[in-house]
């Protein structure tokens, strides 16, 4: 079975400039999340999508990130304009489902990490 | 917000000794979950503890989970080089019904050759 696949792996960019992160998700699974992790620290989640849909979004900075989920597949997540203290590891998970039906066991893919400069 | 805190920040060992991490929480929880962080790499999914658990074992893992206390413990037990790692817990709270995840700062563990 194939992992989560995130792209690109590493990425460096000058403050207010924009980026994007990709992610694919293991098939079937209906949950994705998309993480920051600052160094030394704990994931923070950002959103979490079911399918399509967004489910929590409580922590994203709205007012520079941004995220989709199309087709409630592949997601990506972007950052316009980026600031010096976004510079972290993008982590993206997918779980089979979430909520009290499932275990909510994650699973991760590499992460994407993000240097401003 | 950061419910998890894990103690210690930090632990070193030698190899075959036998590594103990603490987890606090702070809300009633659906279940906790622990995983490893290699550095560099994504998270792996060790083990999950439900809240009516317990202890749960998984061949060298062995976690226990205290409720009243809000309070997980993770032992690895016989040590080896390749148990280097971060790892975190994260709860599933009570609250929720989206399955959301919150990581605690996670413990950093050395196991020298």
């Known amino acids: 079975e194939a992992g989560v696949a995130q792209s690109p792996r590493y990425k460096i960019i000058e403050k207010r400039q924009s980026v994007a992160f990709w992610c694919n998700p293991i098939?079937?699974?209906?949950?994705l999340y998309w993480y920051q992790q600052i160094l030394g620290q704990g994931p923070k989640l950002l959103i979490q999508?079911?399918?399509?849909?967004?489910?929590?979004d409580s922590q994203l900075p709205k007012d520079r990130f941004s995220a989709e989920r199309l087709k409630g597949v592949d997601s990506t997540l972007k950052i316009q304009p980026a600031k010096l203290e976004d510079s972290a590891v993008y982590l993206c998970?997918?779980?089979?489902?979430?909520?009290?039906?499932?275990?909510?066991?994650?699973?991760f893919g590499p992460g994407t990490r993000l240097t401003v400069l | 917000s950061q419910q998890g805190e894990e103690d210690p920040q930090a632990l070193s060992i030698q190899e075959g000794e036998n590594a103990t991490m603490n987890c606090s929480y702070k809300?009633?929880?659906?279940?906790l979950q622990w995983y490893r962080q290699n550095s560099g790499r994504g998270l792996v999914h060790l083990i999950l503890?439900?809240?009516?658990?317990r202890e749960k074992h998984s061949g060298r893992l062995r976690v226990t989970l205290d409720t009243s206390k809000k309070s997980s413990s993770l032992l690895i037990t016989a040590s080896r080089a390749a148990d280097t790692a971060s790892y975190f817990c994260?709860?599933?709270?009570?609250?929720?019904?989206?399955?959301?995840?919150?990581f605690g700062q996670g413990t950093t563990l050395q196991v020298k050759p």
């Open positions: 994260a709860t599933d709270a009570r609250s929720s019904n989206t399955g959301k995840l919150i």
């Open positions: 098939s079937g699974h209906a949950t």
């Open positions: 809300t009633s929880i659906n279940n």
């Open positions: 503890i439900r809240s009516n658990e």
């Open positions: 998970a997918s779980s089979p489902g979430a909520g009290q039906v499932y275990d909510n066991e994650q699973f």
């Open positions: 999508f079911q399918n399509n849909g967004v489910v929590d």
